[in-house]
Nanobody, 125 residues
């Protein structure tokens, strides 16, 4: 079992930046691929970004590519999502996820993950 606690959400104006953090516990962090999903009202859940357990491979959805960056700090058991040039359409609940299987890569399948409680990001126009 992995426990995840997100922080860093809030209200920001369009064009601004936020950094989400997700602290993980319960299993060796360095063997766990991590990611972020988001869900906006009335929209389907979207896999926004993923990072492999060894940090070598990353994924960013086309909708955020060039604006968002996922990273990890294994010494702090924390994964980050740096969000720049935010748009109103980025408004959503952002959830941190940790792969259920150690040493597995990130996937777009929600059931393959443990989930955090989510943090609200609101971008005003």
């Amino acid at each position: 079992q992995v426990q995840l606690v997100e922080s860093g959400g809030g209200l920001v104006q369009a064009g601004g930046s936020l950094r989400l953090s997700c602290a993980a516990s319960g299993r060796t962090f360095s063997s766990t691929s991590m990611g972020w999903f988001r869900r906006a009202p009335g929209k389907e859940r979207e896999f926004v970004a993923g990072i492999s357990w060894n940090g070598i491979s990353t994924f960013h959805a086309d909708s955020v590519k060039g604006r968002f960056t996922i990273s990890r700090d294994n010494a702090k058991n924390t994964v980050y999502l740096q969000m720049n040039s935010l748009k109103p359409e980025d408004t959503a609940v952002y959830s941190c996820v940790a792969a259920r299987r150690a040493y597995s890569d990130y996937t777009l399948v929600p059931n393959n993950y443990y989930w955090g409680q989510g943090t609200q990001v609101t971008v005003s126009s």
